[in-house]
């Protein structure tokens, strides 16, 4: 299974902000929704946004609605998470994935499945 690679996580301080990148899986990148889940320690993994194959629909979960925001850049093979605002409870680790499902069913499930996943990238905020 081809890995994705996450980037740009680390420490920051409650109210500040993060980007986080993911190399996309390759040429064929474009064909693929993408997206972030997060998996906080002792719970389970959540949605946390995706994008459409265009870039032009965008969905999130409640929790990070104006907070987060998605993107990306298919002439680099880039997906991006601005995280602005960040709150403890953002702490976990962030995974990104890409798959043929549409962007907008990702709200009801997790990664487990899809077909390009990361290994994941550390996001720690601290009061």
């Known amino acids: 299974q081809v890995q994705l690679v996450e980037s740009g996580g680390g420490l920051v301080q409650a109210g500040g902000s993060l980007r986080l990148s993911c190399a996309g899986p390759?040429?064929?990148?474009?064909?693929?929704?993408m997206g972030w889940f997060r998996q906080a320690p002792g719970k389970e993994r959540e949605f946390v946004a995706s994008?459409?194959?265009?870039?032009?629909?965008?969905y999130y979960a409640d929790s990070v609605k104006g907070r987060f925001t998605i993107s990306r850049d298919n002439a680099k093979n880039m997906m991006y998470l601005q995280m602005d605002s960040l709150k403890p409870e953002d702490t976990a680790v962030y995974y990104c994935?890409?798959?043929?499902?549409?962007?907008?069913?990702?709200?009801?499930?997790?990664?487990?499945?899809?077909?390009?996943r990361g290994k994941g990238t550390l996001v720690t905020v601290s009061s």
């Open positions: 994935a890409a798959d043929r499902s549409a962007g907008s069913t990702w709200s009801r499930r997790t990664d487990y499945g899809m077909e390009f």
């Open positions: 390759g040429r064929t990148g474009s064909a693929y929704a």
């Open positions: 994008i459409s194959l265009s870039g032009i629909n965008r």
